[in-house]
């Protein structure tokens, strides 16, 4: 594997792979082990071209404590965020020597267009490009549901996840409905007939509008981040309406089967689309996704970086 | 291929191996083993029940996973980190004794000192491995050897164990030089 | 028995017969079976087939205002190189032609060209802003002729600025060439919406926002009792309202791109921009109703909606690039590759659909006419039986955004002529100095 662009091609055994190598780097660095010399002599560079603090954090803790070089390289409001310099960007990392390059970028495809241009040589890892994909959160979001309702077990095979809320903007949703399946999980999408793309019957994935319906019988209920400006473009009438249709209360989730969880990519709306007291409950996985999030995204490094000469070298 | 040990070879060798460690450390009560994943796990396991049989109390016994300390991994394709399990009573002030099943460049054991370094601070560390095949690039030398294996560089040693490969054997492929 | 200047042997006419085809000064003075008489020059063309001279009624050329991505002069001999001998300017440049001075230096840059008729198409309202009318009667009167009429790159959406438009054009047998697309429906639209831009989180363009559109413009015509073109069709859906159109008698036209002719919309999948246009590439499903609909005449025209771009304009990520492909050198080929290698259509009917239809919606009197005595010698000969490698290094156009880049593609234009005068030699176009 050379670079990390979206679960789409990804194949199921290197999922798996990633999952599992997460799982022993986890078990290390819970023990006494806080830094390994792995990446000891690589240089990551942090490329976002979007605000968003914790991803970023999340992967420069991931590099740390792989001990590779880490330079942020915050894009946004430059002329990186306004695209027509990607390409010199692209340029003045390869000269840097970046052996990696995570990028952060509101275009749909920007990773992509990175590992697939002649401007650069590294790895590239998509941290979340536009409304396509985020798989770095889709991993950690197996990782997280394998580790509660599938310890032991390679896939996900038998469980049924909800993923409810803005599935046309959400680039989360995108990569875990791809990668959930996958894995043998059974993917129900959640949301007013708005806020789904068409097309959305191509995804191997099952639609309903009615939450109430299928809270009962869901092992996994994603809640996805509504974003307040969708109520001027017309996608629901009002924040009341959409929470009482879409939101996860505490009412809603006295109907959850018993052992299931809840989880949420952050950052949340309480109120909006998750009540307090459900972020704050006993099925709420949400700060150990957080958590996880840095062995997956050490996994994902290391196997990208593992080897990186001898790929170099057969090209 | 010549066979190097036979499966009774291996028997044998690793019984001699279990006495050397309990008379170098006078006993069991200070020793921890730690075998490097794949066969030497299985080997630390079986010099621990042999140990067991010998001084009638349990030792403790664990893996050390090195993958993640090599200095090599830009050259190597990328390989499953296989688990690293520290026996509960921990490495500090122990006899920690390191169990791999051939011992080469010596490259191995330097990224499990390492690896060990991080966890904690034995007594002593030692080195116990089944075949010692030569050509070191880093001063380390084993306390513990089933056998010295004279081999050329080109030559590769295969040592099979029964908990993997269905049978003990240890063979040399390839031309005598 | 006189010299003439050149003779053309032994090409095959639109209609399937071969002739000789004999050409004095700027007209062709006999078509026969074969010419025996003296001739300045002979071109040997037996295996080709020749049509008249391509009529683009479609093209970007962006002089005034964007010369790095083309200029009359290199569009010119891009088109001339694709078999054209007319094209028609459209009138998004900077500044936009929406007076009768703008279209005036078109007309005049394509004149001193010399490769071809380059007409240019006034913008519907002042600065393509969809509000005010342009200067559609001082431009219809200028020099230049213009008679095509067209917001090109914006829609005329305001339905009472297109009843205008439609009315007042009237009083010269003009035509609105429109870009039907419902703003409101495709803000900040990055490709057709369907499988492929949900599984890419590219915002959707749907079809509907054309269709809704041609729907009501093919009203108003009918209402106003107009002549409306319909630039760049793409949907299978827009097809139907074409034909039900056409059925009840409405003066309609419509346009087909050879782009949307033969590429899908999967092709965003690499998030290559070269395949980025407006409207969007659509589905298989719109590509063959396409063909369909050219061959039977619900489509009236091929044009190229020839859109070149600077390399920074493409080398960027998706969503920033810029709409649109360059279309004049591989027009010919990709027609032949869709429709007459498929068996869809005749070279008769490439030479209605890219030539003498399109002339006659612009009203380009001395362009597509029959290759018979006493039309002037605009004529292109291609073989149809060779095939060229595209290289976008080696296009003429100042651009170099072609979707087909490394293609394969069949037929290959040997020799194209201008009013008598040769502009390609076998398959070279001359240098401006030779003429
Ligand atoms: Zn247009």
């Given at each position: 594997?050379?670079?990390?662009?979206?679960?789409?091609d990804l194949s199921k055994s290197d999922a798996?792979?990633?999952?599992?190598?997460?799982?022993?780097?986890?078990?290390?660095?819970?023990?006494?082990?806080?830094?390994?010399?792995?990446?000891?002599?690589?240089?990551?560079?942090?490329?976002?071209?979007?605000?968003?603090?914790?991803?970023?954090?999340?992967?420069?803790?991931?590099?740390?404590?792989?001990?590779?070089?880490?330079?942020?390289?915050?894009?946004?409001?430059?002329?990186?965020?306004?695209?027509?310099?990607?390409?010199?960007?692209?340029?003045?990392?390869?000269?840097?020597?970046?052996?990696?390059?995570?990028?952060?970028?509101?275009?749909?495809?920007?990773?992509?267009?990175?590992?697939?241009?002649?401007?650069?040589?590294?790895?590239?890892?998509?941290?979340?490009?536009?409304?396509?994909?985020?798989?770095?959160?889709?991993?950690?979001?197996?990782?997280?549901?394998?580790?509660?309702?599938?310890?032991?077990?390679?896939?996900?095979?038998?469980?049924?996840?909800?993923?409810?809320?803005?599935?046309?903007?959400?680039?989360?949703?995108?990569?875990?409905?791809?990668?959930?399946?996958?894995?043998?999980?059974?993917?129900?999408?959640?949301?007013?007939?708005?806020?789904?793309?068409?097309?959305?019957?191509?995804?191997?994935?099952?639609?309903?509008?009615?939450?109430?319906?299928?809270?009962?019988?869901?092992?996994?209920?994603?809640?996805?981040?509504?974003?307040?400006?969708?109520?001027?473009?017309?996608?629901?009438?009002?924040?009341?309406?959409?929470?009482?249709?879409?939101?996860?209360?505490?009412?809603?989730?006295?109907?959850?089967?018993?052992?299931?969880?809840?989880?949420?990519?952050?950052?949340?709306?309480?109120?909006?689309?998750?009540?307090?007291?459900?972020?704050?409950?006993?099925?709420?996985?949400?700060?150990?996704?957080?958590?996880?999030?840095?062995?997956?995204?050490?996994?994902?490094?290391?196997?990208?970086?593992?080897?990186?000469?001898?790929?170099?070298?057969?090209? | 291929?010549?066979?190097?040990?036979?499966?009774?070879?291996?028997?044998?060798?690793?019984?001699?191996?279990?006495?050397?460690?309990?008379?170098?450390?006078?006993?069991?009560?200070?020793?921890?083993?730690?075998?490097?994943?794949?066969?030497?796990?299985?080997?630390?396991?079986?010099?621990?029940?042999?140990?067991?049989?010998?001084?009638?109390?349990?030792?403790?016994?664990?893996?050390?996973?090195?993958?993640?300390?090599?200095?090599?991994?830009?050259?190597?394709?990328?390989?499953?980190?296989?688990?690293?399990?520290?026996?509960?009573?921990?490495?500090?002030?122990?006899?920690?004794?390191?169990?791999?099943?051939?011992?080469?460049?010596?490259?191995?054991?330097?990224?499990?000192?390492?690896?060990?370094g991080e966890i904690g601070r034995p007594r002593?560390?030692?080195?116990?491995?089944?075949?010692?095949?030569?050509?070191?690039?880093?001063?380390?030398?084993?306390?513990?050897?089933?056998?010295?294996?004279?081999?050329?560089?080109?030559?590769?040693?295969?040592?099979?164990?029964?908990?993997?490969?269905?049978?003990?054997?240890?063979?040399?492929?390839?031309?005598?030089? | 028995?006189?010299?003439?200047?050149?003779?053309?042997?032994?090409?095959?006419?639109?209609?399937?017969?071969?002739?000789?085809?004999?050409?004095?000064?700027?007209?062709?003075?006999?078509?026969?079976?074969?010419?025996?008489?003296?001739?300045?020059?002979?071109?040997?063309?037996?295996?080709?087939?020749?049509?008249?001279?391509?009529?683009?009624?479609?093209?970007?050329?962006?002089?005034?205002?964007?010369?790095?991505?083309?200029?009359?002069?290199?569009?010119?001999?891009?088109?001339?190189?694709?078999?054209?001998?007319?094209?028609?300017?459209?009138?998004?440049?900077?500044?936009?032609?929406?007076?009768?001075?703008?279209?005036?230096?078109?007309?005049?840059?394509?004149?001193?060209?010399?490769?071809?008729?380059?007409?240019?198409?006034?913008?519907?309202?002042?600065?393509?802003?969809?509000?005010?009318?342009?200067?559609?009667?001082?431009?219809?009167?200028?020099?230049?002729?213009?008679?095509?009429?067209?917001?090109?790159?914006?829609?005329?959406?305001?339905?009472?600025?297109?009843?205008?438009?439609?009315?007042?054009?009237?009083?010269?047998?003009?035509?609105?060439?429109?870009?039907?697309?419902?703003?409101?429906?495709?803000?900040?639209?990055?490709?057709?919406?369907?499988?492929?831009?949900?599984?890419?989180?590219?915002?959707?363009?749907?079809?509907?926002?054309?269709?809704?559109?041609?729907?009501?413009?093919?009203?108003?015509?009918?209402?106003?009792?107009?002549?409306?073109?319909?630039?760049?069709?793409?949907?299978?859906?827009?097809?139907?309202?074409?034909?039900?159109?056409?059925?009840?008698?409405?003066?309609?036209?419509?346009?087909?791109?050879?782009?949307?002719?033969?590429?899908?919309?999967?092709?965003?999948?690499?998030?290559?921009?070269?395949?980025?246009?407006?409207?969007?590439?659509?589905?298989?499903?719109?590509?063959?109703?396409?063909?369909?609909?050219?061959?039977?005449?619900?489509?009236?025209?091929?044009?190229?909606?020839?859109?070149?771009?600077?390399?920074?304009?493409?080398?960027?990520?998706?969503?920033?690039?810029?709409?649109?492909?360059?279309?004049?050198?591989?027009?010919?080929?990709?027609?032949?590759?869709?429709?007459?290698?498929?068996?869809?259509?005749?070279?008769?009917?490439?030479?209605?659909?890219m030539s003498l239809t399109p002339a006659r919606?612009?009203?380009?009197?001395?362009?597509?006419?029959?290759?018979?005595?006493?039309?002037?010698?605009?004529?292109?000969?291609?073989?149809?039986?060779?095939?060229?490698?595209?290289?976008?290094?080696?296009?003429?156009?100042?651009?170099?955004?072609?979707?087909?880049?490394?293609?394969?593609?069949?037929?290959?234009?040997?020799?194209?002529?201008?009013?008598?005068?040769?502009?390609?030699?076998?398959?070279?176009?001359?240098?401006?100095?030779?003429?």
């Amino acid at each position: 594997m050379r670079h990390l662009l979206s679960i789409e091609d990804l194949s199921k055994s290197d999922a798996v792979s990633i999952l599992d190598t997460a799982h022993e780097l986890a078990r290390v660095s819970d023990g006494a082990v806080k830094k390994l010399p792995t990446l000891r002599g690589r240089t990551i560079v942090n490329l976002f071209a979007e605000d968003s603090t914790r991803t970023r954090i999340s992967f420069e803790a991931a590099a740390k404590r792989l001990s590779a070089d880490v330079i942020n390289f915050s894009a946004k409001g430059s002329s990186v965020s306004k695209g027509e310099s990607l390409k010199d960007t692209a340029m003045t990392l390869q000269a840097m020597g970046a052996d990696a390059v995570v990028i952060r970028h509101s275009a749909s495809g920007a990773a992509q267009r990175l590992a697939d241009s002649q401007w650069m040589s590294g790895s590239v890892v998509n941290a979340g490009d536009g409304t396509h994909e985020h798989p770095s959160q889709a991993l950690l979001d197996a990782f997280t549901i394998r580790k509660h309702l599938r310890a032991g077990a390679h896939d996900l095979e038998g469980l049924t996840v909800a993923i409810v809320g803005d599935v046309l903007h959400s680039r989360v949703a995108r990569s875990n409905v791809l990668l959930l399946s996958k894995l043998g999980a059974k993917v129900i999408l959640v949301a007013p007939p708005t806020l789904l793309p068409v097309g959305v019957e191509s995804w191997p994935a099952t639609v309903s509008y009615d939450f109430d319906s299928v809270i009962p019988f869901v092992d996994v209920v994603m809640m996805l981040r509504v974003q307040q400006e969708r109520m001027s473009d017309l996608y629901f009438p009002n924040a009341r309406e959409y929470s009482r249709y879409f939101g996860l209360n505490a009412d809603r989730m006295k109907s959850m089967k018993q052992g299931s969880i809840v989880m949420h990519p952050g950052p949340m709306n309480r109120g909006l689309e998750i009540s307090a007291e459900v972020a704050d409950s006993a099925r709420s996985v949400i700060t150990e996704q957080v958590t996880n999030g840095v062995s997956v995204r050490m996994a994902i490094l290391y196997v990208l970086l593992t080897g990186s000469a001898l790929e170099a070298g057969s090209n | 291929m010549s066979i190097a040990l036979s499966a009774p070879d291996i028997k044998r060798a690793l019984t001699r191996i279990s006495h050397e460690i309990l008379e170098r450390n006078q006993g069991s009560s200070s020793i921890v083993l730690l075998g490097i994943p794949t066969r030497g796990a299985h080997l630390a396991a079986r010099i621990a029940t042999i140990i067991t049989e010998i001084e009638g109390v349990a030792v403790p016994c664990g893996t050390l996973d090195i993958t993640l300390f090599r200095d090599d991994l830009r050259l190597r394709a990328p390989k499953a980190i296989m688990p690293t399990t520290i026996p509960p009573s921990g490495i500090e002030d122990k006899d920690v004794i390191l169990v791999d099943d051939v011992l080469f460049s010596g490259r191995t054991i330097r990224a499990a000192l390492d690896a060990l370094g991080e966890i904690g601070r034995p007594r002593t560390v030692q080195l116990a491995a089944l075949v010692d095949r030569g050509h070191r690039e880093l001063p380390i030398k084993a306390d513990f050897v089933g056998k010295n294996l004279p081999t050329s560089k080109s030559q590769s040693v295969r040592v099979l164990l029964s908990e993997i490969d269905g049978r003990d054997e240890v063979g040399i492929e390839g031309e005598v030089l | 028995m006189n010299s003439i200047d050149v003779v053309i042997k032994g090409a095959k006419l639109p209609n399937g017969t071969v002739s000789d085809i004999c050409i004095q000064g700027e007209h062709v003075v006999d078509v026969v079976k074969d010419y025996s008489g003296p001739a300045t020059h002979v071109v040997e063309a037996t295996g080709c087939v020749v049509l008249p001279g391509l009529v683009d009624l479609h093209t970007h050329l962006r002089e005034p205002g964007r010369e790095d991505a083309e200029t009359v002069l290199s569009g010119s001999q891009a088109g001339a190189k694709g078999g054209f001998t007319a094209l028609s300017a459209m009138a998004n440049t900077s500044p936009v032609a929406d007076t009768a001075g703008v279209v005036e230096q078109v007309y005049r840059l394509g004149q001193e060209a010399g490769y071809l008729d380059v007409f240019p198409i006034g913008a519907v309202t002042q600065g393509l802003r969809g509000e005010a009318l342009s200067e559609i009667g001082a431009m219809a009167d200028s020099v230049a002729r213009v008679r095509v009429f067209s917001d090109d790159g914006h829609c005329v959406s305001d339905p009472l600025v297109m009843r205008r438009a439609l009315e007042y054009i009237k009083k010269f047998d003009g035509v609105v060439a429109q870009h039907a697309q419902d703003p409101r429906m495709t803000v900040d639209s990055q490709m057709n919406e369907g499988i492929v831009s949900a599984r890419l989180g590219l915002k959707g363009w749907p079809a509907v926002a054309e269709e809704a559109i041609i729907a009501r413009d093919v009203l108003l015509t009918d209402h106003v009792n107009s002549r409306l073109h319909i630039c760049h069709l793409t949907t299978a859906g827009g097809v139907e309202i074409i034909r039900w159109a056409k059925a009840r008698g409405i003066d309609v036209t419509a346009e087909v791109t050879p782009h949307h002719l033969l590429l899908t919309d999967d092709l965003a999948g690499s998030y290559d921009p070269v395949y980025k246009v407006n409207p969007p590439l659509r589905t298989e499903h719109d590509v063959h109703a396409l063909r369909e609909a050219l061959a039977d005449g619900t489509i009236d025209i091929v044009a190229t909606d020839h859109a070149p771009h600077p390399l920074e304009a493409k080398e960027c990520e998706w969503q920033e690039a810029a709409f649109g492909m360059l279309g004049l050198e591989t027009a010919l080929s990709i027609v032949q590759k869709t429709m007459i290698d498929s068996g869809m259509m005749s070279w008769e009917q490439v030479a209605e659909r890219m030539s003498l239809t399109p002339a006659r919606i612009g009203r380009y009197a001395d362009q597509g006419q029959q290759l018979a005595k006493g039309a002037f010698a605009n004529l292109v000969v291609i073989n149809p039986t060779k095939s060229w490698r595209v290289d976008r290094d080696l296009v003429l156009s100042n651009s170099s955004n072609t979707p087909y880049h490394g293609h394969e593609l069949p037929g290959v234009v040997e020799h194209t002529f201008f009013k008598g005068k040769q502009t390609v030699i076998n398959g070279e176009v001359i240098s401006k100095g030779a003429k």
